[in-house]
C-alpha cells in the first residue's frame, strides 16, 4: 500500500471509529457490532504501528496510550471555574428568583434551564482547531491539575469535534462522574481481585480521574456530561443556554437528556420534585438541580459575586434520613489496632437501600450525640456515602439507657486499649498477637507495594485465617501446597501458583520489608529512608530514638512507633522467623563486608518517563541496592534526573535547576553489573 494510501485509509479508519464512539457513547444507537468495531481498530492500529510518521495524538487507538505520570502538572483557567449558590427550599429559591427580576428590572417571568446536579467532578476540556489538547479539574476554580492522560480514556469524549462552524478555541466544562452500572462492575472486579471495594461512585470517580496511569482510569468506565462553556475564541456562538445544549451536541459532547426549560420559579420548583422522585430511576447519582438563567446576555448583565454567578443556583436535595433502632455497638479492631464503633441497626431502608450497619466515627462522637445502646436514632444516608447515625431521639430513650463507655480490652484479643493524650483513636496494645490485626495486618503484608505476593488477596487471606493456616506473617512463608488445595474455590494449581508467588516474594528490599511489617506511621517514604540510612534490619531493629529521628522523614511519632514494634518481643519472633524462612534483601554484613559495593552511598536520583530496559519501580530498587537515594522531586541537592522517554515537568524543573540529565545508556553504566 502506498504512502497517499496508508494515509488515506487510516484517515478513514479514524473518520469510522469516532462516528461509532459518537454514536455508542452519546446518542446510544450503535449502528455496528463489536466485532467490527474490534476489526476496524486492530486495523487502524496496525497501520499506526507499521507508519508510526502518521501517528497522531488525537487517533482512536490514543486514548490510553500515555506512560504514567509522576504527577499532575498546574493548569491556570482562562476563565474561572465558579461554584454555586445553594437553596434548601422552595422559599430560598424564590428569593433567587426575586434577586435576579430585582437586578434585570424585568416585567415578566424569567425562563431558567434545569438540569439535574451530577454528583461527580467537574472538568475543563479545551480544544484548538477542534482537537482535544488538555484537560482539567477544577481545583480551586482558578488553578487546576492537568489530566489530559486520564479525561482521553473516557470514550464519550471527543478527541476531535465534529462539524464544520468550530472555534478555533473551544472550552467546554463538564461533570465526570461513574454510572450505577459501571460502579457495580468495578466493585464485582475488585471483588474477584480480593481487593478493597469502592464506597461509592463518587470517590471511585474522583481516585480514577487523579490515577497517574491511564490504564488505571480506563478500568473505571468513567462518563461525562457537559453542560458549560469556558473560553470560546470570536465565532457564533448559541443564544441561550438552553440551545447551548443543542450546539455541544453537534459538537460530539454528550450532554444530560433530563434538560429542561422552565417559566418562572414555580415551574422549576416542579421540576425539583418531580426529578426527586425520580432520581432513584437514573443510571447515576445526583444531589439536586441546577437552575439557570436561560438567556446568556442576561448571564453576562447578571455578572457574578466572588465565587459564585448571580445567574445560577444549585437547589439540593436534603439528606436522606430514617429513624431505627440502635440495637448494639461493635467495636472493630483495625491493622493498627484501632478500635473503632460500628452501630448495628435494625433494618431500615433509606437512600435507595436497606441499611443494617452505620459508622459512629470514634467514642468522642458518641459521646458529643450521647449514643447509646436502645436508643432510637436517626441514620442519614447523605451523597449514597457509608451510612451515620445523625442524632437520637431522647424523648424515646429508655430510662436504664446506659452511656457507652470505651472498652478498656481489645474485644478480639482481650489486651489492654489505650489512648495517647490528644488522640481521638483509641488502640489495641497487643500488637502482631491480635487476631485481628494480625488479619489486617496480612493484608497489608502481601500488597503490592509491600511484599507484592501475587494471589494473595484479601479473600483468601480470610479464608486461611478462617481454616487456622495462617495467623501471623511467618506463616504465610509455610504454606502448604495439599492444604491450600481443600480451600473452596481453590485447585492443585492455584494453590501451587500461590505458593511460588510466596516464594518468588521472600527476594526483597529492606525497604520493602519494613513497610510491609505495617508499623504505624511507617509508610512507603519513611520505609525507604530508614533502609537507606541504617542499610540493615538489625540495625533498625537496634536503633535508639535518636539515632532513629535523625533520618529524614523519621520524626518523634514514626520513631516512637518503631521503637514500640521492635521491643514487642511477639514482634521480634515474627520477625526472625521469616528471616528463617528465607526472606533475604540486600545488606551489609560486618563479617564479611558488604555482598554489593555501594557505589553510589551519598547520591540521590529521581526518576521520571518511561525506560527503555526496566520499570522505574525496577530501576529504583537497583539503584538502592547500590546505596543512592531515590527521590520523588527534584531539589538543588539532586543528583542526577534519569529521564526516560515522555518525561514530563520534572525534566523542566531539572533544566532549571541545572540538574543533570541522564539516560538509558547512562542508567545502565551507573548500575554497572546490575544492569539487566
Known amino acids: ?29 450503535p449502528t455496528v457490532s463489536d466485532a467490527d468495531y474490534d476489526q476496524h481498530f486492530r486495523e487502524l492500529q496496525a497501520l499506526e504501528e507499521a507508519h508510526p510518521e502518521h501517528l497522531s495524538e488525537d487517533s482512536p487507538t490514543q486514548r ?23 437553596a434548601f427550599s422552595e422559599d430560598e429559591l424564590a428569593d433567587f428568583d426575586k434577586r435576579v427580576i430585582d437586578r434585570l428590572d424585568a416585567a415578566g417571568s424569567i425562563t431558567y434551564v434545569a438540569e439535574p446536579k451530577l454528583d461527580g467532578l467537574a472538568v475543563s476540556l479545551r480544544y484548538e482547531q477542534g482537537r482535544f489538547v488538555q484537560g482539567a479539574t477544577r481545583g480551586d476554580g482558578t488553578t487546576g491539575e492537568n489530566v489530559t492522560t486520564n479525561l482521553k480514556t473516557i470514550a464519550s469524549i471527543p478527541l476531535t469535534l465534529r462539524g464544520k462552524a468550530i472555534p478555533e478555541v473551544l472550552e467546554v466544562r463538564g461533570e465526570v462522574f461513574m454510572s450505577h452500572a459501571a460502579f457495580k462492575s468495578n466493585n464485582q472486579r475488585l471483588e474477584a481481585e480480593g481487593q478493597k471495594c469502592f464506597v461509592n461512585p463518587r470517590n471511585a470517580a474522583a481516585g480514577g480521574l487523579r490515577q497517574l496511569d491511564p490504564k488505571k482510569t480506563a478500568e473505571r468506565q468513567l462518563s461525562i456530561y457537559c453542560y458549560a462553556l ?29 434538560v429542561k426549560q422552565c417559566v418562572g420559579y414555580k415551574a422549576c420548583f416542579k421540576y425539583y420534585e418531580a426529578l426527586a422522585k425520580k432520581r432513584a430511576k437514573l443510571a447515576y447519582d445526583i444531589d439536586g438541580v441546577v437552575f439557570k438563567v436561560d438567556e446568556l446576555r442576561l448571564q453576562k448583565e447578571l455578572g457574578q459575586r466572588s465565587r459564585a454567578p448571580r445567574w445560577a443556583v444549585a437547589q439540593k436535595f436534603p439528606a436522606e434520613e430514617a429513624v431505627t433502632t440502635l440495637q448494639e455497638i461493635d467495636w472493630q479492631v483495625g491493622r493498627t489496632g484501632a478500635i473503632t464503633p460500628v452501630a448495628r441497626l435494625a433494618p431500615v431502608f433509606v437512600g435507595g437501600v436497606t441499611v443494617t450497619n452505620a459508622t459512629l466515627h470514634n467514642i468522642d462522637e458518641i459521646e458529643r450525640k450521647d449514643v447509646r445502646v436502645g436508643d432510637s436514632v436517626v441514620v442519614r444516608r447523605a451523597g449514597d456515602v457509608i451510612p451515620e447515625v445523625a ?16 472498652p478498656q480490652r481489645c474485644p478480639v484479643c482481650d489486651a489492654t486499649v489505650l489512648r495517647s493524650e490528644g488522640d481521638v483513636v483509641a488502640r489495641c496494645t497487643a500488637g502482631l498477637s491480635c487476631g485481628a490485626q494480625q488479619r489486617e495486618g496480612i493484608k497489608h503484608f502481601a500488597s503490592r507495594k509491600a511484599m507484592d505476593i501475587d494471589g494473595l488477596g484479601d479473600k483468601l487471606v480470610e479464608q486461611l485465617a478462617d481454616e487456622g493456616l495462617i495467623s501471623t506473617y511467618a506463616d504465610v512463608f509455610s504454606l502448604d501446597v495439599d492444604k491450600v488445595a481443600e480451600l473452596p474455590r481453590m485447585a492443585k494449581k492455584s494453590a501451587q501458583n500461590l505458593v511460588n508467588a510466596i516464594n518468588a516474594s521472600k527476594e526483597t528490599t529492606l525497604a520493602r520489608f519494613l513497610f ?14 530508614l533502609a537507606d540510612n541504617f542499610q540493615t534490619l538489625e540495625a533498625v531493629m537496634h536503633a535508639d530514638e535518636e539515632q532513629l529521628q535523625a533520618v529524614d522523614d523519621v520524626g518523634p511519632v514514626a520513631a516512637a512507633s518503631v521503637l514500640e514494634f521492635f521491643n514487642n518481643e511477639f514482634n521480634v519472633s515474627i520477625v526472625l522467623s521469616m528471616i528463617d524462612a528465607g526472606v533475604v534483601f540486600p545488606k551489609i554484613d560486618a563479617s564479611t563486608g558488604p555482598a554489593i559495593e555501594q557505589t553510589l552511598v551519598g547520591n540521590t536520583y529521581v526518576l521520571t518517563g518511561t525506560l527503555a530496559e526496566m520499570t522505574r519501580d525496577e530501576a529504583k530498587a537497583l539503584l538502592q541496592q547500590l546505596g543512592a537515594k531515590v527521590s520523588g522531586s527534584v531539589s538543588k541537592k539532586t543528583t542526577a534526573l534519569i529521564a526516560g522517554e515522555k518525561a514530563g515537568s520534572k525534566l523542566t524543573k531539572a533544566e532549571s535547576l541545572d540538574v543533570p540529565v541522564l539516560g538509558d545508556a547512562e542508567l545502565r553504566e551507573l548500575l554497572g553489573p546490575l544492569a539487566p
Open 64 to 86: 490510553v496510550g500515555s506512560a504514567p505520570l509522576d504527577s499532575f502538572d498546574s493548569v491556570q483557567h482562562a476563565v474561572p471555574m465558579l461554584s454555586l449558590g445553594n
Open 391 to 406: 442524632r437520637v431521639n431522647l424523648a424515646l430513650r429508655k430510662k436504664n439507657a446506659a452511656p457507652t463507655k470505651l
Open 1 to 29: 500500500m502506498g504512502t497517499s494510501k496508508v494515509e488515506k485509509r487510516i484517515a478513514e479508519l479514524r473518520d469510522a471509529l469516532n462516528e461509532h464512539n459518537h454514536r455508542y457513547y452519546v446518542l446510544d444507537d
Open 516 to 529: 510491609a511489617l505495617g508499623i504505624r506511621e511507617v509508610g512507603e517514604t519513611t520505609a525507604a529512608s
Open 230 to 258: 469556558g473560553e470560546v475564541s470570536a465565532g457564533a456562538e448559541p443564544e441561550t443556554q438552553f440551545e447551548l445544549f443543542a450546539w455541544l451536541q453537534s459538537l460530539g459532547f454528550p450532554t444530560n437528556p433530563e
